[in-house]
Nanobody, 122 residues
């Protein structure tokens, strides 16, 4: 089992920045892929960013040029640096992990955190 705990959410004005962190514990391996998803009220959970153990990354088109995903394998932590935030980025952000597959599908991720709220006001 892998436990994921997110932190760093909060409220910010449009144009601002936030950095989310997700710490993995339990049966963790550096070969795991880790990702961020988000879910706005009344909407389905959607892919934001992912990074595998070798450094390959994937980003949703809606966040390219604004968000960056990085990870520190020594700390079992993945980060999501968010800049130029927009009101439409408002959502609960979830960290996810799997055995290494870089996929944008929710069903492709085995482990999930509890989420952290990000609110962007205009």
């Amino acid at each position: 089992q892998v436990q994921l705990v997110e932190s760093g959410g909060g409220s910010v004005q449009a144009g601002g920045s936030l950095r989310l962190s997700c710490v993995a514990s339990g049966r963790t391996y550096t070969t795991y892929a880790m990702a961020w998803f988000r879910q706005a009220p009344g909407k389905e959970r959607e892919f934001v960013a992912a990074r595998n153990w070798s450094g390959q990354t994937a980003l949703a088109d809606s966040v390219k040029g604004r968000f960056t995903i990085s990870r520190d394998n020594d700390k079992n932590t993945v980060y999501l640096q968010m800049t130029s935030l927009k009101p439409e980025d408002t959502a609960v952000y979830y960290c996810a992990a799997n055995g290494g597959l870089l996929t944008r599908l929710v069903a492709g991720w085995r482990y999930w955190g509890q989420g952290t709220q990000v609110t962007v006001s205009s």
